[in-house]
């Protein structure tokens, strides 16, 4: 897979960058991070320009985020009776709504690098929730920055160790992201704890 995407960067430069990371904001199983990576080393040998670089993954990412809000947004509306029919589902859309009022700005911020794999989703919950797409666009926005110039410039810096980096980048994004899902899952047992404690 490695090879293939670093042949597919050598043979169409930025426009593979912008196609992939689109497609990773809308949640397909693509190498972006890997491909950012690869994009940096190439701009460091002088086969690609680093503004262009850049400039691809940051469009792609923000055009990505932004489907994916703007398809979840349609499809909540078509939805929204299947949503409130059942008790247990519009309670969770409110949840969810509530929550992205009170922690949606940093939440999404974060979403765009720290833990990127949740990113994607957090793109379809914003629009389910008709979350404010200006503040998501925004937020949206700063997070991608730090994440193609993190992932750009570490390729751009460590040219010669690319594969290395990319693995060790990924583990800690792993470990980042399972941390997160053992604090929700955590702070959800205790929630239900105590309602069975009360009843």
Known sequence: ???????????????????????????????SSLLMLASGGFAATGDLILNAVASAAFTGAVLGDNSGYWIARKLGDRADGWLH???KRAALHAKSADFLERRGGPSIFFSCWLVAPLGPYMNYVCGLSRYSWFRF??????????????YVGLGYGFADNVSALASLLGNVSGL??????VLAIGWWLLRVSRKSADT
């Open 1 to 31: 897979m490695t090879d293939a995407v670093l042949a597919l960067v050598a043979d169409y430069g930025v426009i593979v960058v912008f196609i992939v990371t689109f497609l990773s904001c809308l949640a397909l199983p693509v190498p």
């Open 176 to 181: 980042i992201t399972a941390f997160v899902a």
């Open 85 to 87: 029919a059942n008790p």
């Open 137 to 150: 666009a925004i937020w949206g926005m700063a997070g991608e920055i730090v994440w193609v110039s993190l």
